[in-house]
Structures are given as C-alpha cells and as structure tokens.
C-alpha cells in the first residue's frame, strides 16, 4: 500500500530522525556513527560541496525515511547513493521509491554537464534481504 509522502532536502532538525532510522534499521550501531555523522554535518555545513540530503515525511510532517547522495570524486560526472533508509514501520509503501525517484529527478535536471551515472549498491547482510522491492 503505497502512502503519500512529500520529499525536500533535509534541515538541521532532522539530524536526530535520520540518526534513528540509520541505527533503527540496523545500519549501523550507535558507537560507529563518526562518518555518518561527518557527512551529514558536512552537507548541513556546505563543507562537502555537491554532497545532498534528502527526507521523505509523511503524514502529520513525520520523517519516514532519508537518503544521501554526492558525487564520486574520481569519476567523469559519476554519483553514488550513499544512504536509504525507510522507518520499517513503513516500508513497503512507496517511502524509498520516492525518495530514490526524486534523486533521479534531481540529477537529470542537472544535466549532462554534471550528471552520467548514479550508482546504487546495495548490502549483501542477511538482515537487507527481502527489502530490496520494498522501495
């Protein structure tokens, strides 16, 4: 069942839902959040230059899932999805795919000139399987 959802850059204020649905769906433990951490502050700072954020809400205004995407810096206009994470009580509803269409969206209207490639990989643990078509 698919539920609307609004998709905008992410805010400062939203550190902490991110935060959650990063350790929430087992991403990473709360002990090991230093890179997250730097990238996400990195981005609300503008010292990681082209590196972007973005929040999927739902209903009422509540955070349901986040995603980060920036450019590789070795590659001829190549991007990589870093992070996408949906609350689980709501996966399979349309967060991700929206949150992942958006990132589509947002790099075509770049262009050419900025954007060839967006790479997605995706985790090999035990704990993703079955959640690949849950975007």
């Known amino acids: 069942m698919t539920q609307p959802v609004s998709v905008r850059a992410a805010e400062a204020a939203d550190v902490e839902h991110i935060r959650a649905l ?69 996966q399979r509803q349309g967060v991700g795919s929206a949150l992942l269409e958006h990132v589509e969206q947002a790099l075509r209207a770049e262009g050419d000139e900025l954007a060839r490639v967006l790479i997605v990989e995706t985790s090999s643990m035990a704990a993703y399987q079955g959640r690949s078509d849950s975007l």
Do not use: C
Request: aromatic fraction near 16%; proline fraction near 6%.
């Open 22 to 90: 990063a350790i929430g769906n087992g991403m990473f433990a709360p002990e090991d959040m230093g890179g997250f951490d730097d990238g996400l502050n990195g981005y609300l700072t503008g010292s990681l230059e082209g590196h972007r954020w973005l929040v999927a809400t739902g209903d009422g205004g509540r955070l349901e899932g986040a995603a980060y995407y920036a450019p590789e810096p070795f590659g001829d206009r190549v991007w990589y999805l870093y992070f996408l994470a949906v609350n689980p009580s709501h």
